[in-house]
C-alpha cells in the first residue's frame, strides 16, 4: 500500500507531463521541421507532418543512437530530445506530429 501512495502521483504526473507534446514540438522541433510538420530541415530532411507515430519514434532513436546516418546537427537534436524526456513524452510528441 505505502508503495502506491509513492507511485500513484509519479504516474498522475507523467500523464500530465505526456500531454505537452504540442509544447515540446513548437520548442524544440518547430524551428527546423515547421509548426505545421511541413518543412524540409536544413534543406535536407522529408517533412515529417503524417508520418505514423511508430515510424517518428523509430526515427528519432535511430538518429540519436547512429544508427541510422543522420546529418549532425540532426543527431544533436534527437538526442536532446532523448536525453531530456521521457518516452511516454517523446511518444506525446510523435503523437502530437502525427496529427498536424
Ligand atoms: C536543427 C534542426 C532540427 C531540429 C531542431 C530537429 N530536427 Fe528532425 N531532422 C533534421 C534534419 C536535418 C533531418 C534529416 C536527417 C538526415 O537525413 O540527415 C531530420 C529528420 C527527422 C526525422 C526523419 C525524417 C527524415 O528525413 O527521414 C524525424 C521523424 C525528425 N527529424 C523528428 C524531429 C523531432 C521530433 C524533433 C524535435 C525533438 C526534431 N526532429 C528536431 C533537423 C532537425
Redesign the pocket.
Known amino acids: 500500500m505505502k508503495k502506491m501512495k509513492i507511485l500513484l502521483p509519479l504516474l498522475a504526473t507523467s500523464f500530465l507531463c505526456a500531454a505537452s507534446g504540442k509544447s515540446i514540438?513548437d520548442k524544440?522541433?518547430a524551428?527546423?521541421?515547421g509548426y505545421q510538420a511541413e518543412k524540409i530541415?536544413?534543406e535536407?530532411?522529408?517533412a515529417?507532418k503524417g508520418?505514423s507515430v511508430e515510424k517518428?519514434i523509430s526515427?528519432?532513436e535511430q538518429?540519436a543512437s547512429g544508427e541510422k546516418k543522420?546529418?549532425p546537427?540532426?543527431k544533436i537534436?534527437?538526442k536532446n530530445?532523448l536525453d531530456r524526456y521521457s518516452k511516454e513524452e517523446i511518444r506525446s510528441?510523435a503523437e502530437y506530429?502525427s496529427t498536424l
Open positions: 514540438y524544440t522541433c524551428g527546423c521541421h530541415a536544413a535536407h530532411s522529408k515529417i508520418m517518428i526515427d528519432v538518429f543522420a546529418m546537427i540532426a537534436y534527437k530530445l510528441v506530429i
